[in-house]
């Protein structure tokens, strides 16, 4: 069994979180209690995303106070077909000048069905507190390296099935639900492909893959948190309307565990 005693950087209140299920206030509980957990060494990003550029200051702001080294923050997007780039573009800008902490765009399009284009990107990577965007598209994690390798900024993949592709093409890491059960290999990964022994990290990545399609695509919040259970640590139950999962994806969920080496 793994168990990740040496990651030193979290991110709370996304997707898998549940972020969207949380009100401001337990939002900024959480980030306020597991920084007391992890120390002050540690670095702590917390998702703000809210659908007005107020609100989402305001949330931000809030969250760098009670200890957030950073925000994680998608395109607004319950109005999507009134957004433009232009205002998009204003959103982030108008969110990083008024924030303490530094901004990640997290560009989710299977959640927020907006794309920002590499253009807009690239424009937002000029802002010196806007400082990386979390991506899914390889094409484009790799043209964002490109574009902005001139810039303080980090393109990091948005999941851990192909975090090692990300990084051969330039990316800093990741930002990925699959941490909150193998972070351990997800870190030893990492820091092979730092190391340069690609080969090592390649055998890693592929036990990597299957488990990662199975609880990121497949089952969402409930199949991780079961894993999680599976693993040893405390997952609980989805907030409704989320249901909980079944008897037979919970097996199978087990089962990729064993056949990969990971229980």
């Given at each position: ?7 030193k950087?979290?991110?709370v ?11 401001a ?16 060494d540690?670095?702590?990003i ?31 997007f319950?109005?999507?077909t009134r ?5 998009l ?6 969110l990083?000048?008024s924030?303490?902490?530094p ?28 400082v990386?965007v ?14 902005t ?15 090692l ?13 699959l ?5 351990e290999?997800?870190?030893k ?19 990597l ?5 199975l ?8 199949g ?17 309307p ?14 990729t ?7």
């Open positions: 069994m793994y168990r990740a005693f040496n990651i950087r979290y991110c209140g996304g997707s898998n979180g549940e972020g969207p299920y949380l009100s206030d337990e939002k900024i509980e959480m980030v306020s209690k597991i920084r007391s957990m992890i120390g002050n540690r670095l702590l917390a998702g703000t995303t809210c659908e007005s550029t107020k609100l989402t200051c305001d949330l931000s702001k809030a969250a760098a106070e009670v200890g957030a080294d950073g925000v994680l923050v998608m395109s607004p319950y109005f999507k957004m433009t780039e232009d205002s573009y204003k959103h982030f800008v108008t990083a000048d924030c303490p902490a901004v990640i765009v997290y560009n989710m399009v299977p959640v927020t069905g907006i794309d920002l284009s590499i253009g807009v990107l690239k424009k937002m990577a000029a802002h010196p507190n806007i990386g979390k991506d899914k598209d390889m094409a484009k994690l790799a043209a964002l390296v490109t574009e390798r001139n810039l303080q900024f980090q393109v990091v993949a948005g999941s851990a099935s192909y975090l592709a990300a990084m051969l093409v330039g990316c800093s890491g990741g930002i990925n639900g941490a909150a059960v193998l972070g290999p997800l870190c990964m990492h820091a092979l492909a730092m190391d340069g022994q690609w080969q090592k990290a390649l055998e890693l990545q592929r036990k893959v299957n488990i990662d399609l609880l990121m695509q497949e089952c969402g919040p409930a991780l948190k079961a894993a999680m259970e599976l693993l040893g640590y405390s997952g609980g139950a989805c907030r409704s989320l249901p909980p999962i079944c008897d037979e994806k919970v097996e199978k969920i087990k089962r565990l064993e056949e990969d080496g990971f229980l």
